[in-house]
């Protein structure tokens, strides 16, 4: 078994946190998480509306085994239209004592000062440095450092992991855990021997028989290598990596044919939320935009979280004791 500063701080058995995803940030997946000794995040706005929120939190509870917790995510994004009512969705998940809240998208000084003050444990998303030091000034618990293999928004920098995390062992002072690219033991243990003390894991667990997404979404990851993603939006200054279906391609072409003059009105009809959202339902993995990492070259198969679990724990561990510890020799030996 592993102890860190992360998994002593959250009470969870294994350094392994679930990123709070749209659309697959389900109760169901989180719960699956939580209860094989990881940390069980579901995205607030998944629930459709505070209120809603309030019934998924007392339903992940219903769910938890003795002994498991749990965090919800609140993503503050940029609209084009009425933003979200986020600052209801935050008193909800005050008034139910979430354990655990898991911020991006935005400064956080507001809702970590908020969510702080209420006795919440707090961590933030970061895909820099020096945004991982403004998130600690503020009093943020744990820092999720977001390198650019991660699905999502990576930002402007692409700065990979292998750099990031070592980064992040020299300038920051609170535990911070290592996010993008995360898929196997192997990687836990090298997030770990980089000055993480844990990972944060999205694509990963979406090739899972608990997530909502349809098998043939699954299937298109199993046959993916790591060079099927899009990073889209980088004239806008918004980059987004995606999986490398048709409609990426087609919004990567028309970025590619405009260039510095793209708009996001030319591309909003193909990346519009609603088609990806029917695209699921449809079962169609071409029909829309879903988020994918670079992790996917490394999926082959569809287990429970829980074996996913067992088994990246159990390779994490046969890694640090038996290859790593294998290579030290006394000076006699050599």
């Not at 350094?15 to 998480?33: D, F, K, R, S, Y």
């Not at 609140?74 to 809240?101: H, N």
């Not at 909502?212 to 979404?217: A, C, E, R, T």
């Amino acid at each position: 078994m592993i102890q860190t500063r992360v998994t002593k701080m959250l009470g969870i058995d294994h350094p392994i946190i679930m990123g709070g995803m749209t659309g697959v940030g389900t109760v169901e997946l989180a719960v699956a998480v939580s209860n094989a000794g990881g940390l069980g995040i579901f995205a607030a706005h998944n629930a459709g509306s505070p209120e809603g929120c309030r019934h998924w939190i007392r339903r992940m509870r219903s769910l938890l085994q003795p002994g498991a917790t749990f965090g919800v995510n609140l993503t503050i994004l940029p609209t084009m239209g009425t933003p979200p009512p986020y600052e209801e969705y935050a008193r909800v998940m005050i008034e139910e004592k979430v354990p655990i809240v898991e911020t991006a998208g935005s400064n956080p000084k507001k809702w970590i000062t908020m969510f702080k003050n209420a006795g919440l444990i707090t961590i933030h998303k970061c895909v820099t440095i020096r945004h991982a030091l403004s998130a600690q000034r503020m009093g943020v618990d744990i820092v999720s450092l977001d390198g650019m293999e991660c699905a999502g928004h990576p930002g402007e920098g692409d700065v990979g992991n292998y750099v990031l995390q070592a980064k992040g062992a020299v300038a920051l002072k609170v535990p911070f855990i290592c996010s993008g690219g995360v898929g196997d033991g192997k990687q836990i243990a090298a997030a770990l021997a980089l000055g993480a003390d844990g990972v944060n894991i999205g694509t990963r667990l979406c090739a899972t028989q608990e997530c909502m997404w349809p098998q043939s979404f699954k299937d298109r990851m199993v046959s993916a290598n790591e060079e099927d993603t899009v990073l889209m939006f980088r004239h806008l200054k918004n980059t987004t990596r995606v999986f490398a279906n048709q409609v990426a391609k087609e919004v990567e072409a028309i970025e590619k044919e405009k260039g510095v003059a793209v708009k996001f009105e030319d591309v909003a009809h193909l990346v519009a939320g609603k088609r990806g959202r029917d695209a699921e339902k449809a079962g169609d993995p071409d029909g829309g935009i879903w988020s994918a990492g670079q992790v996917v070259g490394l999926i082959d198969d569809i287990p429970t979280v829980a074996e996913l679990m067992q088994r990246m724990m159990q390779e994490c561990e046969a890694t640090i004791q038996s290859r790593l510890n294998s290579m030290l020799v006394t000076r006699s030996r050599l």
